[in-house]
């Protein structure tokens, strides 16, 4: 199985920025995209941000212009850099990976998540 290190996450002011950190290690032959979602309490899991081995971006409407996602091949990890936090952005985020491991077959893998809480 993939094995996922999420971190960066905690509490933070309104108007502040967190860096949410993932890395993914196992027997990986190609990685082939890299997402963040996330959670709030009683609401559904959402697509924040993700990434493609060509580096094209996508970005959910609530966060263009104050997020920002990258990735590092070499080192199987994906960051989501956020600014100008609101409420609204508290939740779980977690960290998903489109992936074809080494002797077996593509499929999605997720990780176990990190907290984000945002105060008012």
């Known amino acids: 199985q993939m094995q996922f290190v999420e971190s960066g996450g905690g509490w933070v002011e309104a108007g502040g920025s967190l860096r949410l950190s993932c890395v993914v290690s196992g027997s990986i032959f190609s990685m082939h995209a890299m997402y963040w979602y996330r959670q709030a309490p009683g609401s559904q899991r959402e697509l924040v941000a993700g990434?493609?081995?060509?580096?094209?971006?996508n970005y959910a409407d609530s966060v263009k212009g104050r997020a920002t996602i990258s990735r590092d091949n070499a080192k199987n990890s994906v960051n989501l850099q956020m600014n100008s936090l609101k409420p609204e952005d508290a939740g779980v985020y977690y960290c998903?990976?489109?992936?074809?491991?080494?002797?077996?077959?593509?499929?999605?893998?997720w990780g176990q998540g990190t907290q984000v809480t945002v105060s008012s």
């Open positions: 990434i493609v081995s060509d580096d094209r971006t």
């Open positions: 998903n990976v489109d992936v074809t491991p080494r002797n077996s077959y593509r499929g999605s893998y």
